[in-house]
Structures are given as structure tokens and as C-alpha cells.
């Protein structure tokens, strides 16, 4: 087991920085290299993080898949709406041709 010297906070702010790093470049994902240029920027600052002792790439893979696994839910839920309302929609038509008949 690998005993790791950082704190909740430091790691917390590379996450936040990460995230800030792929805003600023209008990018929906957070890359490794941002990773690695807020380690530059932590490391510079007096904040200890080495990034060899992080799995950045591992970590972003299961990132990725969770938010995939999110908008895939969001995208079924909104298609079940959309169907929901098309069967609405047609019953309802249905009900005013039967009426005019």
C-alpha cells in the first residue's frame, strides 16, 4: 500500500484547477496535460504534488465513463418524456377525430 503526502485540500485544489484549466480551453473533458500544467502551477507555488504518484490517466478513464453513463441515463429519460408526449399527443388526436365523427 503507498502512503500518499497530500492533503485533502491540495488535492482538492488540483482537481478545481484541472477543471478551471479545461474551461479555459472550451473543453468539455479534463486532459492530462491540463493535469500536468496545474502540477507546474502547484509545484511553483509551494504546493508539494508530484505527479507520478498520481494516476491521472486512470482516474480521468473513470471520469469519463461516469459522465458518459450520466448523459446517456439523461438522454434515455428525455426520449422516454418525448415518447410519453407523443403517445399523449396521439390519443388526444384520436379523442378529436372520434368527437367530430
Do not use: G, W
Amino acid at each position: 500500500m503507498h502512503s500518499y503526502r497530500y492533503t485533502v485540500r491540495q488535492l482538492e485544489s488540483l482537481i478545481r484547477l484541472s477543471e478551471a484549466m479545461a474551461r479555459l480551453h472550451a473543453d468539455p473533458v479534463i486532459r492530462p496535460s491540463y493535469v500536468r500544467e496545474v502540477c507546474s502551477l502547484l509545484k511553483k507555488s509551494n504546493i508539494n504534488i508530484v505527479k507520478s504518484e498520481v494516476e491521472f490517466e486512470e482516474n480521468q478513464e473513470a471520469i469519463n465513463i461516469e459522465r458518459r453513463e450520466a448523459k446517456a441515463e439523461k438522454m434515455s429519460d428525455t426520449n422516454d418524456l418525448f415518447a410519453l408526449e407523443a403517445q399523449q399527443l396521439a390519443k388526444a388526436q384520436e379523442s378529436q377525430q372520434v368527437q367530430q365523427s
